[in-house]
């Protein structure tokens, strides 16, 4: 079982419906990742990555902020996905400045990470698609050093897309 490493909690900001986590100074850029990958397009609840560091997340509803926690272990976090309502999973790199939770105008937080390839699990629940601001739900997400790229996945979820 893995080690919690650090836990912070923050307020995101959801700018057009999405979470950014993004990581500057990747040098070179991570091979295995084309410029940009993701799932599907816009697809609700998952990851996209980029080649240079970071990752967008597509948040299940347009409101925000958001109560959110981010999580860093020492290895893949144990399988907590039924207590969930949608879990995603991917990875992209990092570099030596750690993680940052980014909007258009701030660096919003910075939780310090190893460099290299980080795996990422995005969890959501107490989510409504109802129109209403105030209904954002709570986020988590958990961050773990991996070796070789993992899969960019919805590995569960209760919505039908």
């Given at each position: 079982?893995?080690?919690?490493?650090?836990?912070?909690n923050?307020?995101?900001a959801?700018?057009?419906?999405m979470?950014?986590?993004?990581s500057?100074?990747?040098?070179?850029?991570?091979?295995?990742l084309?410029?940009?990958?993701?799932?599907?397009?816009h697809?609700?609840g998952?990851i996209?990555?980029f080649?240079?560091?970071?990752?967008v997340?597509y948040?299940?509803?347009w409101?925000?902020?958001?109560?959110?926690v981010?999580?860093?272990?020492?290895e893949?976090?144990p399988?907590?996905?039924?207590e969930?309502?949608?879990?995603?999973?991917g990875?992209?790199p990092v570099?030596?400045g750690?993680v940052?939770?980014?909007?258009?105008?701030?660096?919003?937080?910075?939780?310090?990470t190893?460099?290299?390839?980080?795996g990422?699990l995005?969890s959501a629940?107490?989510v409504?698609?109802e129109?209403h601001?105030d209904?954002?739900?709570?986020?988590?997400?958990?961050?773990?050093?991996?070796?070789?790229?993992?899969?960019?996945?919805?590995?569960?979820?209760?919505?039908?897309?």
């Amino acid at each position: 079982m893995g080690l919690l490493l650090r836990r912070c909690n923050v307020l995101t900001a959801l700018e057009y419906g999405m979470v950014f986590a993004s990581s500057h100074d990747v040098e070179p850029r991570d091979p295995a990742l084309p410029a940009f990958t993701e799932i599907d397009e816009h697809y609700m609840g998952a990851i996209g990555a980029f080649n240079n560091g970071g990752c967008v997340i597509y948040a299940l509803t347009w409101g925000g902020p958001t109560a959110s926690v981010v999580e860093v272990w020492d290895e893949e976090p144990p399988d907590d996905y039924e207590e969930w309502q949608h879990v995603t999973q991917g990875w992209f790199p990092v570099g030596p400045g750690g993680v940052r939770g980014e909007d258009d105008d701030s660096v919003e937080w910075t939780i310090p990470t190893p460099p290299g390839r980080l795996g990422v699990l995005f969890s959501a629940k107490d989510v409504s698609f109802e129109d209403h601001e105030d209904e954002v739900g709570f986020y988590r997400l958990q961050l773990w050093p991996i070796e070789h790229p993992i899969e960019f996945a919805i590995i569960h979820s209760i919505f039908e897309q």
